[in-house]
């Protein structure tokens, strides 16, 4: 069993930046979990945002956040990060922290464990 918990969201302007972290713990290997970052905005359903494999070697973004958020793990943390930068009113939404057994995956039902998620709302 993983617990995940995420924090890190706020209310920021269009351009600001503001980082997520989400600790897990529950288990002793987590860095044998994918772990990836999803959102939820009212209305729609949850989507990928990134990913990352659990030796930080690989990472995956969907389209409209590539080359705005970083995705990155400390495994000697337990931690895994989601570096926003330059957000967009279109960034509002629930971002989730998730677990999976798969090295990485843009699929949301490759993930086993969820966070509780926290509330990021960007202002234009």
């Known amino acids: 069993q993983v617990q995940l918990v995420e924090s890190g969201g706020g209310l920021v302007q269009a351009g600001d930046s503001l980082r997520l972290s989400c600790v897990a713990s529950?288990?002793?290997?987590?860095?044998?979990?994918?772990m990836g970052w999803f959102r939820q905005a009212p209305g729609k359903e949850r989507e990928f945002v990134a990913a990352?494999?659990?030796?930080?070697?690989?990472?995956l973004y969907a389209d409209s956040v590539k080359g705005r958020f970083t995705i990155s793990r400390d495994n000697a943390k337990n931690t895994v990060y989601l570096q926003m930068k330059t957000l967009k009113p279109e960034d509002t939404a629930v971002y989730y922290c998730?677990?999976?057994?798969?090295?990485?995956?843009?699929?949301?039902?490759?993930?086993?464990?969820w966070g509780q998620g926290t509330q990021v709302t960007v202002s234009s």
């Open positions: 998730a677990a999976t057994y798969s090295a990485v995956s843009k699929e949301r039902s490759q993930y086993t464990y």
């Open positions: 529950g288990r002793a290997f987590y860095h044998m979990y994918g």
């Open positions: 990352v494999s659990w030796s930080g070697g690989v990472t």
